[in-house]
């Protein structure tokens, strides 16, 4: 089954909290598994290239993904049934990841980093796309960015870490629906589960 074809998707958000041990890679994937969990995303990444003067920020380099971990982060997760995707941040690293993903993932501070959006689409995956700080012009020219792909999926969400409830606002959920037709979900930052639940009545699928 294609991540496509998936009715919902809980999303177990690893990122960078491997801290530089693949072991620790491997047990957040196999925690997801145990919680549930469809899919697991980790962050990919070059500290030089995210980071001004990475040396002054030395431990920026352990949260870096090398690459000969993905293949077997994704089997792993394949062992787990579950679907594996990376969030993406730089255009050189493309290349690294194509035939690796079940989906590819756009940071909400790359919405309009129209090359990337447009390489990421053409790996031939579900393309998922954080929204937050965006306008609806800026949605509606990443997704002219994100044609390619065969699927894509925008996700709400608050820039704040942690996001109070209040501050969700989530009926942009539906007007996300309403205005361009495809897949909405939420990128929750709350602490709880009440604002992913409000985002299910709201016809949210992704989480």
Request: glycine share 6%; aromatic share 10%.
């Amino acid at each position: 089954m294609r991540i496509s074809d998936h009715p919902f998707i809980f999303c177990a958000e690893v990122g960078s909290n491997h801290a530089g041990s693949y072991d620790l890679a491997v047990e957040g994937i196999r925690e997801a598994a145990r919680a549930g969990a469809t899919a697991v995303k980790f962050q990919y990444f070059r500290a030089e290239s995210l980071v001004a003067a990475p040396s002054k920020h030395p431990k920026t380099r352990y949260f870096a993904m090398p690459v000969g971990w993905i293949p077997k982060l994704r089997a792993e997760a394949e062992q787990h049934k579950l679907f594996f995707g990376l969030s993406v941040f730089g255009l050189e690293l493309v290349s690294d990841v194509r035939d690796q993903l079940d989906y590819v993932k756009i940071a909400a501070y790359d919405l309009t980093y129209h090359k990337l959006i447009a390489a990421c689409a053409g790996l031939g995956v579900s393309l998922v796309m954080s929204t937050a700080m965006g306008t609806m012009a800026e949605v509606e020219s990443a997704l002219k960015a994100a044609r390619a792909a065969p699927e894509v999926v925008l996700l709400h969400g608050v820039a704040c870490y942690p996001a109070t409830f209040e501050s969700q606002n989530l009926r942009a959920i539906p007007a996300l629906y309403e205005r361009f037709g495809c897949r909405v979900g939420i990128s929750d930052h709350t602490v709880g589960y009440d604002a992913a639940m409000v985002a299910a009545v709201l016809d949210a699928t992704w989480f």
